[in-house]
């Protein structure tokens, strides 16, 4: 057997054989380009946007610089997912991610430069930021450009780029070790359907080995603002009624629903914790909820080496809580505010939980798994 270039192949577009055109649901979508591999090096893969549809995003991207190879399956999967998160934002915000999940999200405080919110994100966990795709929601400066070249990033996609910040991407001699990053500029992320009265313009699909297919309403939320987030409550029918007893401080209910729209494009189970705008550990992909919260306090306390670092910071969880144990390992680490669609029979235990540890908590009213 020929030995393969196993480093080559990572860089190498993978040749396939799709048509240009393709017929789906009876609309016609077109093809914008053969793509470097699709999940797996070894996966062609082609990129489609359909005909005639006004208010794309993805499907309108602009390759300012294509890197080595150009656009992956995964890269496209981790600008849908940063732009997912990023178009619940009001303030100048980034994403950084690794694997469709965030390794670290920050939105501006103040008049933050974006430099600094960028390494926020990046620095939330800075060690899975290595080969991610970054994600703006505002025009790139030069001064983040510039931070973004220091270490070694997949790609950038944001609605605008600074004249400095193109001149530092395409500096190929003075950042040779990320000369190969990929450059994309799509239209403002805030057109992109996010909240149930919008209504959705596609539908998600998922299609299965044998060809079978389910489509699906993409997710919409309830939430708009923090006036959305319900103090938690529950009617026990043999205990009686509970209601949360601390209401949340004002910057406690700004985080919330930063982790919140955070946790929207996290891998179910999945929780978010974060503080002063900025995630600090996020848990994803477990198959028990309280799994989810003690990897993600794990990864805070590893971050923050071992010290008792997670006061006065939130955590919002995709699905509700089954047990108190996971708001116990939560408020015993310091967590303050908890956030989570509430509808579990042993919410009176959550609340109850959250009272005794003097926390404060929250209902969504709804549910944000995501099983990408």
Known sequence: MAEVDLKKMYRTRTEGDFPQTIEILGRTYEKVDDLRY????????SFYRPVGSEGLVLGALQMLKTGKGGLSQTNLEDMQHAIGILKFMQRPSCAVMKHCNPSGVAIRNGEQPLVDVYMRARDADAQAAFGSVVAFNTEVDADTAEEIMQTIVEGVVAPSFSEGALENFNNNEKFKKNKDIRIIKTPDFARLPKFLEDGANAYEMKIFDDGSVVLAQPYLSRVKSVADLVPAYNDHAKKGRIDITRKPTAQELDDLLFAWYVNIHV??????????????????????????????????????????????AVMASDGFFPFRDAVDSATGSGVSALAQP???????????????????????????????
């Open 267 to 312: 891998r179910s189970n999945g929780v978010v914790i974060a503080r002063n705008g900025q995630t600090l550990a996020v848990g994803t992909g477990e198959q028990d909820r309280v799994g989810a919260v003690q990897q993600a306090i794990a990864k805070a306390k590893a971050k923050y080496k071992g010290s008792e670092s997670l006061e006065g």
């Open 38 to 45: 699709g999940t797996n090096p070894h996966q062609p893969a």
């Open 342 to 372: 509430g509808g579990s029979v042993n919410d009176y235990e959550a609340i109850e939980a959250c009272n005794e540890a003097g926390a404060t908590m929250v209902f969504t009213l709804e549910r944000c798994f995501s099983h990408h």
